[in-house]
């Protein structure tokens, strides 16, 4: 799969039907995903693969995910400026 139907493919996966993750999740995306690493692109697949309500809660900083890794990402994405 080329790069741009893939990031299209992300970019609709990213879609949460709430705002804000949609926001937080895009700004990512757009601002990081073609220069990360395959590692830190992994980890963002399973970011994607969570439940709203947890990863809202994540976001939040109401909960911290078990997974060091994800909890690192989240991290960074609440750092991206808006």
């Given at each position: ?30 601002a990081a995903w ?49």
């Amino acid at each position: 799969m080329d790069d741009d139907a893939e990031f299209k493919k992300l970019r609709w996966r990213c879609r949460r039907g709430m705002r804000e993750l949609d926001q937080l999740l895009g700004r990512w995306l757009e601002a990081a995903w073609r220069q990360s690493p395959s590692a830190e692109r992994a980890v963002f697949l399973r970011l994607l693969d969570c439940e709203d309500d947890t990863l809202w809660r994540w976001f939040l900083g109401h909960e911290v995910a078990a997974d060091v890794e994800i909890d690192a990402l989240i991290q960074r994405i609440r750092a991206l400026p808006v």
